[in-house]
Each structure stands twice: as structure tokens, then as C-alpha cells.
T-cell receptor
Framework: NAGVTQTPKFQVLKTGQSMTLQCAQDMNHEYMSWYRQDPGMGLRLIHYSVGAGITDQGEVPNGYNVSRSTTEDFPLRLLSAAPSQTSVYFC???????????????FGSGTQLSVL | DQQVKQNSPSLSVQEGRISILNCDYTNSMFDYFLWYKKYPAEGPTFLISISSIKDKNEDGRFTVFLNKSAKHLSLHIVPSQPGDSAVYFCAAILGGYQKVTFGTGTKLQVIP
């Protein structure tokens, strides 16, 4: 099992360009989320999804769009990249019980994005 | 407003000694607390968790202590090993388990 796969691992963009960060999971987890990691800031939640067709905003959603058409995939779109979006991005999944998601997150290996 | 704080950005410990990583939080409604370990160029990996109704959880060399009155939790690693050198993130969950709040991380260096 690959777990949570993120592509690309590295990306350099110019201000104003758009791109999509891919996240795919083979764990059959309903819950998926995107985080960004910045120095001195820890990991901050961007968007999350509780299942196919359902997404919601996290702590820092501005400048990012998401969609969830399948259980396996949860892409993160930057419509017009800005230098403030230079960061390391992590996709994560959570399993579920009858009562909702479990507490443990499984992370991908990350995408390092630089916006010039 | 940083609801989960790790005030020590770094920590150095001799191999075989105890490592103690600390975390403070402000929201008494958090349901679960977790510790994640992160190596360079990798995603964080789950280490250990504790429910807000408990005060201690142990897993091998790792023990997490929760002091609800002080809104403080700590991770003890005994004995510390060079492979434990990594960044450790404290995290807290508030209801529904979907929104996880992370601390800023503590970089642990275990010196052989």
C-alpha cells in the first residue's frame, strides 16, 4: 500500500501562475485535509473534506480551492500564486468510525512550493 | 491566537537520557492530544495520543502526560536514541476530530 501520495515533491512558480497539488490515497479513508507548514507556525489547516462531494474551509483557506470528486483524490488548487504561498504542503487522511473520523492523521511526504 | 504552544524550539539530550518535550494549550474543550514526529523531507508520523479524560498514556519508550488543570502536556522519551532526532509536533483536537490544531514544533537532537 502506498498510503498517501503527493505530487509533485517540488515546484517553483512565478507570481500569478496557477497549479494543482495532487493528493491520492489508497487507504479508503473518508476524511482528507490539506495543511501548510511554515517556519515558526507549525502546521495550519487549509481545507478539509468529510467525503466525496463535501469540502469545508480550515484556518487559512484564502487563495486555495479544493474539490473532492472521488474518495481517493483531493487536489489543492492555487489559482493565482503569491509569494506568501511559499510553503511546504501536506495532505492528510483520517480513518472513521460510526461516530465520525478517528483522531489519527496519516500524512503524505509533502510538496515544497516556492513562488517567486 | 496560538491555541497550542511549544515554547522550546529546540532541545539537545545525550543518548540514553530522558527527553522531555512540553506543550501548553489554552482551550479546555480539546478532546484529544497527539504527538507527531517529523524527519526532514518526510510527512509527520503519528507517535502517541491521549484522551482528555486520561492523564497518562504509555507506548514503549514514549509516555505522554496530561495535566488538565495546568493545560499542559508533555512527552517523555526514555531512553533517548539518536534515531529519535526529529521535529516533534504537539497537536490538539476539538470535537469531530476533523480540525486539528498543531503547535510550532520542537527540534530534538539526541547526541550519541
Amino acid at each position: 500500500n502506498a498510503g498517501v501520495t503527493q505530487t509533485p515533491k517540488f515546484q517553483v512558480l512565478k507570481t500569478g501562475q496557477s497549479m494543482t497539488l495532487q493528493c491520492a490515497q489508497d487507504m479508503n479513508h473518508e476524511y482528507m485535509s490539506w495543511y501548510r507548514q511554515d517556519p515558526g507556525m507549525g502546521l495550519r489547516l487549509i481545507h478539509y473534506s468529510v467525503g466525496a462531494g463535501i469540502t469545508d474551509q480550515g484556518e487559512v483557506p484564502n487563495g486555495y480551492n479544493v474539490s473532492r470528486s472521488t474518495t481517493e483524490d483531493f487536489p489543492l488548487r492555487l489559482l493565482s500564486a503569491a509569494p506568501s504561498q511559499t510553503s511546504v504542503y501536506f495532505c492528510a487522511t483520517q480513518g472513521s468510525t460510526l461516530g465520525g473520523p478517528t483522531e489519527r492523521l496519516f500524512f503524505g511526504s509533502g510538496t515544497q512550493l516556492s513562488v517567486l | 491566537d496560538q491555541q497550542v504552544k511549544q515554547n522550546s524550539p529546540s532541545l539537545s539530550v545525550q543518548e540514553g537520557r530522558i527527553s522531555i518535550l512540553n506543550c501548553d494549550y489554552t482551550n479546555s474543550m480539546f478532546d484529544y492530544f497527539l504527538w507527531y514526529k517529523k524527519y526532514p523531507a518526510e510527512g509527520p508520523t503519528f507517535l502517541i495520543s491521549i484522551s482528555s479524560i486520561k492523564d497518562k498514556n504509555e507506548d514503549g519508550r514514549f509516555t505522554v502526560f496530561l495535566n488538565k488543570s495546568a493545560k499542559h502536556l508533555s512527552l517523555h522519551i526514555v531512553p533517548s536514541q539518536p534515531g529519535d532526532s526529529a521535529v516533534y509536533f504537539c497537536a490538539a483536537i476539538l470535537g469531530g476530530y476533523q480540525k486539528v490544531t498543531f503547535g510550532t514544533g520542537t527540534k530534538l537532537q539526541v547526541i550519541p
